[in-house]
């Protein structure tokens, strides 16, 4: 729902307040002093407060922005409150809805009255990361030139979803998450205030603080679960007294009670919040991978309930499974990789829902397995010294010796067959002249790799006893 949705509009296209709209959108704050949880924003001289306050006589006009946060958090509202406290003209497209042409038509009105001498134009785009690049593309000039301010709002990183010619013309504000206080005041005030349900519900804290979870710092989604709550408490109220009427002393004027059970009621279950094209998807997905290099099992296997509960694709879940296997384990635990590579080859043929077995059992055991990050730093460090140029020749012996005039040319010329050599390791050099102290893998102590550095350290005294 939209917080514009069923609202009226005076003649400059602020929307005003419904009475029959829905509670989301009475309850739209009506100044920065109602607006909640975005102290960062509202300090005094910060930029959202010098956004909308009223513009003094000679300053330009204030830069687009691009208004960034979760679902709930206020972005629709400080649009609203951009246009109205400034006096501009305001323009509202949906990015849903919206084509090329609309917003060409829009910026082309707003040249038109700057032209004229006019109001200038709050061009609010909501959902801006539904745009394509081209849509995107079109609003340039009009920032670029000011012909409009634009307020974009997206709840995707715009980093991915907003264009960085867009992005780079446009102040880039971060609204925050709700805290759980910011909810709860916010669902009280509307049981109370006359623009809300005016004392007509009473909501007990049980169902306050069950409500707050329940929605997980959406404010819009507080009101809407608050506003289904107080009609499923009314209707129940009204069959009451219309099976007791006469026996209570004005039951008419009691206000309703919501409690934990009227809300459970009202709502079926919260929405998983967790969206696999946007920002949240490489959030989860991060913090999924580091809870399973930090051995949290507990923690990888709810971030993996969540990839599985917003239908992630399972093949996806899988590959950062492998990848954390060598990445994170490694030859600390080199049977962590079969594992995840088994689970890979697995998902790809059983299908949903039984692969979420498979792939908890791949993350139970990586999260679990002895932790070393020394493959990835060997490959690291030895692709660091071949992009710094540190190559040099293959030495001689070790040069392919098996096409025509190789030997001639000292192509294999004192190479020891490593299998004719006690223990299976010959004393001779293989890497380049430049590199010979070169030492890229170094085993930790945990798990198999404790056994694996005692080798490889008799190993390396082999070869380079050959190294005179």
Do not use: C
Request: no cysteine; proline share 6%; glycine share 8%.
């Amino acid at each position: 729902m939209d917080l514009f949705e069923a609202a009226t509009t005076d003649e400059r296209g602020v929307p005003g307040v419904d009475p029959a709209a829905p509670l989301a959108v009475r309850m739209r704050p009506a100044s920065l002093e109602e607006v909640v949880g975005q102290g960062h924003l509202l300090r005094p001289g910060a930029p959202l407060r010098r956004l909308v306050e009223p513009a003094r006589a000679g300053t330009p006009p204030p830069s687009s922005v691009v208004l960034w946060g979760p679902p709930g958090t206020g972005k629709t509202t400080i649009a609203y409150l951009i246009a109205r406290a400034s006096g501009r003209r305001f323009v509202e497209l949906s990015a849903v809805t919206a084509g090329v042409r609309d917003v060409r038509a829009v910026i082309e009105d707003a040249r038109r009255r700057l032209a004229g001498g006019g109001e200038e134009t709050v061009l609010f785009v909501d959902e801006v990361h539904r745009f394509s690049k081209t849509q995107q593309d079109a609003l340039l000039p009009s920032v670029e030139n000011r012909w409009v301010t634009l307020v974009a709002a997206t709840t995707e990183n715009p980093s991915f979803s907003v264009i960085s010619p867009l992005l780079s013309r446009s102040l880039l504000l971060t609204l925050h998450p709700l805290e759980a206080d910011d909810v709860a005041g916010l669902v009280t005030r509307a049981v109370g205030d006359e623009r809300g349900l005016g004392g007509r519900v009473e909501l007990t804290d049980d169902a306050l603080a069950h409500l707050v979870r329940l929605v997980g710092g959406d404010a819009r989604k507080a009101l809407t679960v608050l506003e289904a709550a107080a009609a499923t408490a009314m209707e129940e109220q009204e069959a009451t007294d219309a099976a007791t009427e006469g026996g209570a002393d004005d039951p008419a004027d009691a206000p309703a009670r919501i409690d934990v059970d009227v809300v459970e009621r009202a709502v079926d279950v919260a929405a998983v919040r967790y969206d696999r094209d946007g920002d949240q998807h490489y959030d989860v997905a991060s913090a999924f991978i580091k809870s399973m290099r930090g051995s949290d099992v507990d923690a990888a296997l709810h971030y993996l309930a969540r990839m599985i509960a917003a239908g992630e694709d399972p093949r996806f879940i899988a590959r950062r499974i492998v990848i954390a296997a060598s990445e994170e384990v490694g030859m600390a635990d080199p049977s962590a990789l079969q594992t995840a590579v088994a689970a890979h080859q697995a998902v790809s043929f059983v299908g949903m829902p039984e692969s979420q077995l498979i792939l908890a059992q791949a993350v139970i055991h990586i999260a679990t397995a002895p932790k070393s990050n020394a493959t990835t730093l060997a490959i690291g460090a030895a692709l660091e010294d071949v992009r710094a140029g540190k190559a040099g020749p293959v030495p001689f012996h070790l040069r392919d010796a098996h096409y025509s005039g190789a030997k001639a040319l000292g192509h294999g010329k004192g190479y020891q067959y490593a299998h004719d050599a006690p223990h299976g390791v010959a004393p001779q050099r293989h890497t380049p002249e430049e590199l010979r102290d070169a030492r890229y893998y170094l085993p930790t102590d945990r798990g198999n790799e404790r056994h694996v550095a005692a080798r490889l350290e008799r190993i390396r005294e082999i070869l380079d006893s050959g190294d005179t």
